[in-house]
Each structure stands twice: as C-alpha cells, then as structure tokens.
C-alpha cells in the first residue's frame, strides 16, 4: 500500500474515531469515566481507538470502543442495534482475535445497570493474562 493511502486512511480513521467520542452513548461515558487516566487496575485504555487490519490485501481498521496495548484487550459496548447484526459483530471479534487481541462485550443496559460485574469481568480478563 502506497503511503498516501495509508495516510488518507488514517485519516478517516481518526476523523471517525472523533465523531465517535463526540457522540458517546451514556454507557460509553460511564465505562470511560471508570477506564481513563489508569483509574482501573492500572491499566491505560484508549476510547474509539482504530485498529488497522488486512482484508485481502487492503488495510482497513476497526474502531474499537475501548483499547488496552498493554493488555491486547478490546471493550466494546452494544447498543440495540448490535441485535441485527450478530453476524458482523462476529466477524468483527474473530478478525480482532486474529491479531492476538482478545475481545470482550457488553452491552449498554450492562454498563449501567450491572457496572460492578462489568468490571469484574474486565478485571478477571486482565488477572487472566
């Protein structure tokens, strides 16, 4: 891949990764407010990180909710419409999974309703490792 490509890739990529963040869901502000600056198990996290991938030789990315390097450990949060489309939810974990990244879920009624065993999970996905 030519390197303007690349560029013009990032570029969508951080551009959408922006408009996400402006438009967080509330389930999405409350696992930030818990995740950032190391709040939790000293784990840094970002929030609607870009994850670039290959499909048949054209790099293309996903934006994942919320990112840990140090882990390899994507959150992702699901709103309603992650109902219809279980499929591409799927799909999009196995080709995470396929870069060595492991992938949990939650869903939003999760987040806000059950936060204290959301992150009891997150945290034994990490004591995991």
């Given at each position: 891949?030519?390197?303007?490509?690349?560029?013009?890739?990032?570029?969508?990529?951080?551009?959408?990764?922006?408009?996400?963040?402006?438009?967080?869901?509330?389930?999405?502000?409350?696992?930030?407010?818990?995740?950032?600056?190391?709040?939790?198990?000293?784990?840094?996290?970002?929030?609607?990180y870009p994850i670039y991938f290959d499909n048949l030789g054209n790099e293309t990315f996903f934006i994942a909710?919320?990112?840990?390097?140090?882990?390899?450990?994507?959150?992702?949060?699901?709103?309603?419409?992650?109902?219809?489309?279980?499929?591409?939810?799927?799909?999009?974990?196995?080709?995470?999974?396929?870069?060595?990244?492991?992938?949990?879920?939650f869903t939003n009624e999760q987040v806000t309703n059950e936060l204290k065993n959301v992150l009891e999970i997150?945290?034994?996905?990490?004591?995991?490792?």
């Open positions: 891949m030519s390197l303007n490509v690349k560029n013009k890739l990032s570029q969508v990529a951080k551009e959408l990764a922006r408009e996400l963040r402006r438009n967080s869901t509330p389930a999405e502000k409350i696992m930030w407010g818990v995740l950032r600056n190391r709040k939790f198990c000293d784990k840094k996290f970002y929030r609607q909710d919320f990112y840990s390097f140090e882990e390899k450990l994507v959150i992702e949060i699901d709103g309603g419409y992650h109902k219809r489309q279980m499929d591409y939810d799927q799909l999009r974990t196995d080709i995470i999974n396929s870069l060595g990244i492991k992938v949990i879920r997150i945290k034994q996905n990490i004591e995991a490792k």
